[in-house]
């Protein structure tokens, strides 16, 4: 698919965008104004049933603790997700010079570590954020508002020599100076 002109163009790289989120991820290629999808996955939501519950230690007028039977089951559901996330990453990753991790914060360290460190040399960016289903422009306007930021924040400072010539003519700075 061509990518818009007001979008990242990923002129003379070959970038990997990795999109994940909680119940799996999507893999695409971008490079020189093309972006396509090589790959996907996503694992089952878990299921509860109506016996979920909720409990409290309480003692002598105090909550000492609270939480749900059924949270080491998150736990679970993450261990399934970064086990498949692994069997797909190494084969895409290797592909491209580099590559961009959009994910939710909450889970983003948990793919970090699950890079390996000869890929971890390839991350230009790390964005949070859940993009996961969503169509490539969306994630992709959010990269560009980020480059963006950081093309602005590195504006030319004029020398003090060229700063000067540009108060010499500014009005403003003549009356401050005192000259006319």
Do not use: C
Not at 47 to 70: I, L, P
């Amino acid at each position: 698919m061509q990518i818009s002109k007001k979008l990242p163009q990923f002129n003379n790289e070959k970038a990997i965008l990795v999109i994940a989120g909680m119940y799996g991820a999507d893999f695409y290629n971008a490079s020189d104004g093309v972006i396509e999808k090589v790959d996907e996955f996503r694992i089952s939501e878990p299921t509860y049933s109506d016996r979920e519950g909720h409990f409290q230690v309480k003692g002598r007028g105090k909550r000492f603790g609270s939480g749900s039977v059924y949270e080491p089951k998150k736990q679970k559901v993450i261990n399934v997700l970064l086990n498949e996330f692994d069997k797909h990453f190494d084969d895409i990753v290797s592909s491209g010079d580099s590559f961009y991790l959009f994910s939710p914060e909450y889970i983003s360290n948990e793919f970090e570590k699950e890079i390996s460190d000869k890929f971890k040399k390839k991350i230009k960016r790390v964005i949070h954020g859940n993009y996961l289903g969503e169509h490539p422009f969306s994630f992709l306007k959010k990269l560009g508002k980020i480059q963006d930021k950081e093309a602005s924040r590195k504006k030319v400072v004029p020398t003090p020599k060229e700063a000067w010539k540009i108060l010499k003519k500014s009005k403003v700075a003549r009356k401050i100076i005192g000259k006319k």
